[in-house]
Nanobody, 116 residues
Framework: QVQLVESGGGLVQSGGSLRLSCAAS????????MRWYRQVPGKERELVAT????????NYAESVKGRFTISRDNAKNTVYLQMNSLKPEDTAVYYC?????????WGQGTQVTVSS
């Protein structure tokens, strides 16, 4: 079955960096776009970044443009989110997501906390 497992979250000071990973299994990873979302308590999940199946096309939320970079390694079935110049408002649980046919799959999330 489809599994998405995020890792790489943690506590970092404002201005610091983290790299999140999402390891996928149970489907043909290279055939599907991937997305990173984030969520803070009491708010809706927010789309952060999207990458096409080949990695050729990426899109970002305005709030992270120029600071975050999404990438993927189809040989390793893994998508990454490099986060630089982190701000306290980036504090959230980060999730990866794949839409396969009509079904949406989410990972369990990884907590990112940015201290001021």
């Amino acid at each position: 079955q489809v599994q998405l497992v995020e890792s790489g979250g943690g506590l970092v000071q404002s201005g610091g960096s983290l790299r999140l990973s999402c390891a996928a299994s149970g489907y043909t990873f290279s055939s599907y776009a991937m997305r990173w979302y984030r969520q803070v308590p009491g708010k809706e999940r927010e789309l952060v970044a999207t990458i096409s199946s080949t990695g050729a096309i990426t899109n970002y939320a305005e709030s992270v443009k120029g600071r975050f970079t999404i990438s993927r390694d189809n040989a390793k079935n893994t998508v990454y989110l490099q986060m630089n110049s982190l701000k306290p408002e980036d504090t959230a649980v980060y999730y990866c997501r794949v839409d396969r046919y009509t079904i949406i799959y989410w990972g369990q999330g990884t907590q990112v906390t940015v201290s001021s």
